[in-house]
């Protein structure tokens, strides 16, 4: 199996997850990694073995690396991506990778121009719990869906994160941090969407750090919405609400719920690969679904707060490079992530207008990823 080396330009804490990972996928050998801030390039570094500390220009330059992991803040992802691409390397960003369709456009102009591939995050679609519904749908179990609820609600990123100023500024907020996990999700489990309606507002118009961390107890300005209530329309006819929010400090909400014909499947947080599947059919009894046995369904982790989690992110980058290898289409690729941003960003439009707003962009279903298919990436 050929071995693309890989970068990582963006040193903070998402930086951890990419790096404790990548050692389960063959395709993939992360060589270095870089930051503005070279101290935290060094600092990084010196936790892997095997892994070296870039200036940026240098990475870019490095003749050992083919493919480079975008990990820098939102606001940087369009701008770095770039640069990753006239450096003649395969580019894969954290979500979102871009802010706007026009930079998007400008990406994939110039990675078809040199022959190059873009990916982008999420990549927890691909977890065996969310393929197992896949599964489900496909199989017809439930009957055709037709409608759905989704929540994402909490109280704000200021209470764990450290540095969490730019989720309040814009190219921040729920539906750009977290709605690319649902959205995606939703497209991969239900096709593309055709149209969509928000309402929004903003809950505080500060925000005080109460992390355990130096900042603690500083002020932040809060510039975008952090509520929104938005209906998204699929070309396959479903119609999903979908709320996103950092006003909520408690609820009782199914992270997704997808209504059917035949009965009514309980998709788990689309933030993570595994968790617990229930459906029911027309008997209306509410039951659990045994998980299939799929590798990225497997518990491998303890989250923060003492619940055990199926955790493999990197999976999209493994598959990518394998599928560049492959000369297949990489799961998290350009257009899935272009059509997430396109629905994401109307949310917001329509959140500001009012009025619905019609979706200029369109993709094709990811491949679903087999227990076998799974297999195949991990070393």
Request: aromatic share 6%.
């Amino acid at each position: 199996m050929t071995q693309l080396g890989v970068g990582i330009i963006g040193c903070g804490n998402i930086s951890k997850a990419y790096l404790d990972l990548a050692p389960n996928f063959k395709a993939i050998e992360v060589r270095a990694v870089a930051d503005i801030n070279m101290e935290a390039a060094h600092g990084r570094a010196s936790e892997y073995e095997g892994v070296r500390a870039e200036t940026v220009d240098a990475l870019l330059a490095a003749s050992d690396i083919d493919l480079i992991i975008n990990l820098t803040i939102p606001a940087a992802h369009f701008e770095v991506t770039k640069r990753i691409l006239d450096a003649g390397k395969h580019a894969y960003s954290e979500k979102p990778y871009v802010l706007t369709l026009a930079e998007g456009e400008e990406l994939r102009a110039l990675s078809e121009a040199k022959g190059l591939r873009v990916g982008s995050a999420p990549d927890t679609f691909m977890g065996g719990a969310h393929q197992m519904v896949r599964e489900i749908i496909d199989s017809g179990k439930v009957g055709k869906i037709t409608s759905g609820t989704c929540h994402f609600m909490g109280a704000g990123m200021e209470m764990w994160h450290p540095n969490p100023d730019f989720f309040f500024q814009p190219g921040g907020g729920p539906v750009l941090d977290m709605g690319p996990y649902y959205v995606t999700n939703l497209v991969q489990l239900l096709g593309p969407v055709s149209r969509v309606a928000a309402l929004s507002n903003k809950g505080r118009a500060t925000r005080t750090i109460t992390t355990d961390c130096p900042r603690k107890g500083e002020v932040l300005d809060v510039v975008v919405d952090t509520n929104f209530h938005a209906l998204l329309q699929f070309e396959s006819g479903a119609a999903i609400t979908v709320s996103l929010s950092w006003d909520v400090f408690a609820h009782e909400h199914q992270n997704m719920e997808l209504y059917g014909t035949e009965g009514a499947i309980f998709v788990p947080d689309p933030n993570f690969f595994g968790g617990n599947v229930r459906m029911a059919g027309t008997d209306q009894e509410v039951k659990d679904v045994p998980l299939w046995e799929h590798p990225f369904s497997v518990t491998n982790m303890v989250d923060g707060q003492g619940n055990d989690r199926a955790n493999y992110r990197t999976a999209g980058v493994a598959d990518m490079a394998q599928a560049i290898v492959e000369g297949r289409p990489h799961r998290c690729s350009l257009e899935l992530a272009t059509h997430a941003i396109d629905v994401l960003t109307s949310i917001m439009k329509s959140g500001e207008t009012g009025q619905f707003v019609d979706i200029s962009t369109t993709c094709e279903r990811p491949a679903a990823v087999t227990p076998d298919e799974a297999r195949a990436l991990m070393g």
